[in-house]
């Protein structure tokens, strides 16, 4: 069993930006991928960014050029750096941990507790 706790959530201003941190522990050796989901009121929860073990990036396209995520193996942490935010960032952000290529597919796996991020003026 893997453990995730985030951090870094909060208010920013449109155009400001944040950086989500999340640390994991327990069974970590064996993770395929770790990434950040969101899910917004009202809205199904969805990718935001994952990163494989190998390296390997994949973003959302609404999040693409202005997110970046990034993988510390050596500290198990994985970070969500949030550039150029909009409103419609507004969601609460969940950190994931796929044991294996098939919960990745399927977003199964270990989550967080969330993190409350929102854009607004």
């Known amino acids: 069993q893997v453990q995730l706790v985030e951090s870094g959530g909060g208010l920013v201003q449109p155009g400001g930006s944040l950086r989500l941190s999340c640390a994991a522990s327990g069974s970590i050796f064996s993770i395929y991928a770790m990434g950040w989901y969101r899910q917004a009121p009202g809205k199904q929860r969805e990718l935001v960014a994952a990163?494989?073990?190998?390296?390997?990036?994949n973003y959302a396209r609404s999040v693409k050029g202005r997110f970046t995520i990034s993988r510390d193996s050596a500290k198990n942490t994985v970070d969500l750096q949030m550039n150029s935010l909009k409103p419609e960032d507004t969601a609460v952000y969940y950190c994931?941990?796929?044991?294996?290529?098939?919960?990745?597919?399927?977003?199964?796996?270990?989550w967080g507790q969330g993190t409350q991020v929102t854009v607004s003026s």
């Open positions: 994931n941990a796929a044991r294996t290529y098939r919960d990745y597919v399927a977003a199964a796996g270990s």
């Open positions: 990163i494989t073990s190998g390296g390997t990036t």
